[in-house]
């Protein structure tokens, strides 16, 4: 039976198209009371008073606090609620409890607040002058870090032509089609709560270590998740405002996020500036980048490692070796920055590939023969960092790319020649992926010969249940239809890390293959009892065990049930029962698939529309690639999105202005295209099954092609995302 490598139907989707899926707020439990936060409406100010008498007297409220603040490492300093000080807008400061969620929303309006306003800090570039603080008795430079090798600014001064760009990277709001919520129920001695997290085991370990004095343990369970890309993962203000409150009650307790709450909260991503200074030969060979590198971090710093793992990666898939990139990570008055799809490898690449097509044309050099003069071509190879780029042939598929490229600009030329405005944008992207340690898988086969699969990754809508069966169902050479996959709930496996950063098959994937291996192990030693042989006259082979001598087997559903009985209640063999096995899975090693895409963009009336789109991976073993190319589409509409429509814009005060989908634009529909993608699997893992991670790729792909493609088409240099209509106009 081959599955591994076929285009197999995601598993997961009957069930949710059919309307069967249950979501957070889909769970009513009696007893429930629901939960309302009130958010400040200014972004920074001094917190004098917090009166909830009138909120107490309105029936049907049951409880109402404020001022819970618990230490929680690089969160704000008045965390989960504001306190003393007001950071950003939309930072909690209150909660009503009440017996009908729109009567605590209601009550929220009693809250009587005293605070003095006080001036925000919205640049992060200007916020290192330390002119105004944006927490107080703190500077605004939280973090800073020299990343460096060689000698970066003598090997720009030796350069034959030198480019200086200000690049810009706008906040995003990951918009998840389901905003966050939690339901929270208490027993006397443990709690559970149902929460859309994309790590059950890691959401259970930081509530255990802020309420362990109030319980004995928590149970975390995932239900369906409408997306998260990231902004599910790490802890909110939320989590723990709501736990407090069941703890409190004695209650379940459950709050869902509205939209313009999950806007103004959720966690933001991306919000860089890069001032970078490059330099090359006339030949076109990359000599020197120095970069100067401004996160905003919001009010909190647990933002910093995307800048880390920007500057890291800055090199991309190019062999300069004289680069400096110094990090200044600050807060201001927004809302704390974090995580989404790519997490800071977008950035990188944006800045990498803004780097060489402005030096093609300060050359007068083809972009795609000045990215072959500088691709590095012998892996494993290691960046001026110290990463080790693992796998792959980067130059076989920059060529595979570069015909779609030229047959692309050709086409454009035509257009243009009838007075279109087209452009065509070509990149080269390399991705790190397979951020660890580790993660766990347990198989089992029941008495019945159906398979259950449990596996510590909690997927939220990447097919990897479809994958994970595929791959057990060929291990065992069974029938993929009797293999189910389960996870997220902390009470089924002992631990796991969760999906994040394109892990879950590469780990995840191969634990559960190690698992099935060790039950085929065990089920060779049980069959070698029941068939009276040894064990070297067995052969395990699409699912029984075989006699090699005497040609009797036993069939995987045999052994199962029949390691389950005994004889007169009295267990007569040797082995164990039970036909399961857990394995947890590792590498030493990030992986990094690595791709390019190829896009060509007409502008019409100030606006991009684009033509024709082609992207190409290698992301080694591809184990299933009708999920890898949804996998790709998915994060092309999302690069699209960043590139041309979506950014989170705040006043000089520090005030929202993309509160809600009104103002904050995402692609739907009208805006998507046609798309073509291509693969190749010569870059495989270091692992049984050497897969890689493909989630993010698409994302990190993206904007640079499609700002080029742009920058062509109107033949002005673009700098920023998003491209904003006025720089289309003529």
Known sequence: MTYVGSRVRRIEDERLISGKGQYIDDIELPGTLYLAILRSQVAHAKLRRVDLSDVLKIQGVVDAFSGLNIKVENRPRNFPMASDEILYEGQPIAAVVATDRYLAYDALESVQLEYEELPAVTDPVSAIEEKISAVENQKNLVYSRTYSSGNAEEAIEKSDKVVELDLEISRVYPAAMETRGLLVVYSPNSLTVYAPTQSPHFMRRYLLQAFSDQIQDIRVVQPDVGGAFGSKLFPYPEDYITVHASLRLRRPIKWI???????????????????????????????????????????????????????????????????????????????????????????????????????????????????????????????????????????????????VYREMVAKAEELRSAGRQVGVGFDFYLEQNNFGPWESASVRVRGDGKVTVIIGAAPHGQGTATGVAQIVAEELGVDMRDVEVRWGDTSMIGEGYGTYGSRSLTLAGNAALLASRKVKEKALKLASQFLRSDVQELRYEQGKVTNLKTGKFMTLKEIASKSMSSLGGIWRYREEPGLEGTAYFGLDNYTYPYGS?????????GKPRVLDYYAIDDIGLVVNPLLAEGQVRGGIIQGFGETILEEVSYTQFGNLLTGNFSDYAIPTAVEAFSMRWDYLEEGKSNAPLPAKGIGEGATIGTPPALIRAAEKAVSKKLHRLPIRPESLLP
């Open 257 to 403: 996020s509205t939209r313009s709450e999950d806007m103004r909260s959720t966690y933001h991503a991306r919000g860089q500036v890069h001032k970078v200074k490059a330099g090359a030969k006339k030949d076109g060979t990359l000599m020197g980048i120095m970069d100067d590198l401004f996160i905003d971090l919001g009010a909190a710093s647990h933002g910093t490692y995307l800048a880390d793992i920007a500057a890291t990666m800055l090199p991309g898939p190019y062999s300069v070796r004289d680069v400096k990139v110094m990090v200044y990570g600050v807060y201001t008055n927004k809302t704390p920055l974090d995580q989404y799809r790519g997490a800071g490898r977008p950035e990188a690449s944006f800045v990498i590939e803004r780097i060489m097509d402005s030096l093609a044309d300060e050359l007068g050099m083809d972009p795609v023969e000045l990215r072959k003069k500088n691709l590095i071509r012998e892996v494993p190879y290691k960046n001026p960092f110290g990463l080790l780029y693992d796998s792959g042939n980067y130059l076989s598929l920059l060529e595979r790319a570069e015909k």
């Open 597 to 605: 895409h190829v896009v060509m963009v007409e502008i019409v009336d």
